[in-house]
């Protein structure tokens, strides 16, 4: 039992780490029950928020997503089998060994954070742009902000193109070769269809379990970041994956916000999951 002395400062503390907590938690991710799928196997998929490779399931909101789709050896949208609360959004059973690429975009939701929370969080994103403009015009205000994500997952198989085509997302993550088959992956960061350039690139790493499927991504431990680079450019960066694992690539882009009733700044959020397993080739 705790001391009725702590238990003021004990709850104080707890309100602190409950309020710190969707702050911090940036990343968001689209993750599948496999990342390898054969002609007629089910593959489940879901999003996930959070730190560290480790995140939160997040029910499905048929009010936020403006696609939710799989490209297999056609593209089909996947919005009318998803049911809103559920944090198993679609199954899906593809044809063919040719390989799946789920695609989500949500629309824009706001958030307002203080000024030393917004600058923090400006700066390890990487942001430079909008902390130097908000420092060179004195701006100590909160940071009113609107954003939208977008997230891509890719499952292994043998059609490269399903891969390497862009699906059009506002800030996407293109890779330039089949992800997971070398010991590097060329990328492209895309926003609004054209190459991204100066955007920083982060890159984490979780272990697959035995069987090659991932990990419980709630249960699991947290891992810092594995690769962190800027795009050249053409908007390109190579990330190092040489070892096996579920990989997650993320990126943010914050410009004006281009609806300044609903914030000052909007924020265009991209990821890549996918693994990579020598095992199993």
């Given at each position: 039992m705790i001391p009725r002395s702590r238990i003021l400062p004990f709850l104080l503390l707890a309100s602190l780490v409950l309020a710190a907590g969707p702050v911090t938690a940036h990343e968001y991710w689209l993750a599948p029950s496999t990342f390898r799928a054969g002609a007629g196997d089910t593959v489940?998929?879901?999003?996930?928020?959070?730190?560290?490779?480790?995140?939160?399931?997040?029910?499905?909101?048929?009010?936020?997503?403006?696609?939710?789709?799989?490209?297999?050896?056609?593209e089909l949208d996947l919005r009318p089998v998803a049911r809103s609360g559920d944090t198993t959004w679609a199954r899906f059973a593809p044809g063919d060994r040719g390989g799946l690429l789920f695609g989500y975009e949500s629309g824009f939701a706001t958030i307002t954070l203080d000024a030393a929370t917004f600058e923090r969080y400006l700066a390890?994103?990487?942001?430079?742009?909008?902390?130097?403009?908000?420092?060179?015009?004195?701006?100590?205000?909160?940071?009113?902000?609107?954003?939208?994500?977008?997230?891509k997952s890719w499952l292994a198989?043998?059609?490269?193109?399903?891969?390497?085509?862009?699906?059009?997302?506002?800030?996407?993550?293109?890779?330039?070769?089949?992800?997971?088959?070398?010991?590097?992956?060329?990328?492209?960061?895309?926003?609004?269809?054209?190459?991204?350039?100066?955007?920083?690139?982060?890159?984490?790493?979780?272990?697959?379990?035995?069987?090659?499927?991932?990990l419980d991504p709630v249960r699991r431990d947290t891992v810092r970041v594995a690769?962190?680079?800027?795009?050249?450019?053409?908007?390109?960066?190579?990330?190092?994956?040489?070892?096996?694992?579920?990989?997650?690539?993320?990126?943010?882009?914050?410009?004006?916000?281009?609806?300044?009733?609903?914030?000052?700044?909007?924020?265009s959020w991209g990821s890549l999951t996918f693994a990579k397993d020598r095992r199993r080739r």
């Open positions: 489940l998929v879901g999003a996930l928020a959070g730190e560290g490779f480790v995140g939160e399931r997040k029910p499905f909101s048929s009010g936020r997503a403006l696609r939710l789709l799989v490209r297999a050896g056609r390890d994103e990487g942001l430079d742009g909008p902390l130097a403009a908000r420092r060179a015009r004195g701006d100590a205000g909160q940071g009113r902000e609107r954003y939208r994500r977008s997230a198989g043998t059609d490269a193109e399903r891969a390497t085509k862009p699906l059009g997302l506002p800030c996407e993550i293109v890779p330039l070769s089949v992800p997971g088959d070398g010991p590097q992956l060329r990328v492209r960061v895309l926003f609004e269809g054209e190459p991204l350039v100066g955007a920083l690139l982060n890159a984490w790493r979780q272990p697959l379990a035995a069987d090659g499927r991932p690769w962190s680079g800027r795009t050249d450019g053409h908007g390109e960066a190579v990330v190092p994956v040489e070892n096996d694992g579920e990989w997650l690539l993320g990126v943010v882009h914050m410009i004006p916000s281009r609806d300044p009733t609903a914030a000052d700044w909007e924020s």
